[in-house]
């Protein structure tokens, strides 16, 4: 079965940096464009970004434009968020997303932190 495994969160300082990983499963990974997506307590889930299949097309959300990087490695079947510059409003937890057939698919998320 389709499966997400997000991994990489963890407490950072403001300006620290974190890199997030989404292992996908069950899923031909490099054929389908994924996303990152977060949450931040008591807010609606919000995009962050998505990554074409092919890795050729990024786009973001303004809050994080310039700095944070979607990549991904299809061998791997894994995508990435490198996170830098991190403020507390980047506190959240950040899940994976991929639509497959109309039937949308989250990883569990990874918590991310950011004070000092």
């Known amino acids: 079965q389709v499966q997400l495994v997000e991994s990489g969160g963890g407490l950072v300082q403001p300006g620290g940096s974190l890199r997030l990983s989404c292992l996908g499963s069950?899923?031909?990974?490099?054929?389908?464009?994924m996303s990152w997506y977060r949450q931040a307590p008591g807010k609606e889930r919000e995009w962050v970004g998505g990554?074409?299949?092919?890795?050729?097309?990024?786009n973001y959300d303004d809050s994080v434009k310039g700095r944070f990087i979607i990549s991904r490695d299809n061998a791997r079947n894994t995508m990435y968020l490198q996170m830098n510059n991190l403020q507390p409003a980047d506190t959240a937890v950040y899940y994976c997303?991929?639509?497959?057939?109309?039937?949308?698919?989250w990883g569990q998320g990874t918590q991310v932190t950011v004070s000092s």
């Open positions: 069950g899923f031909s990974f490099d054929s389908r464009l």
């Open positions: 997303y991929v639509v497959i057939r109309s039937e949308d698919y």
């Open positions: 990554i074409t299949s092919d890795g050729v097309s990024i």
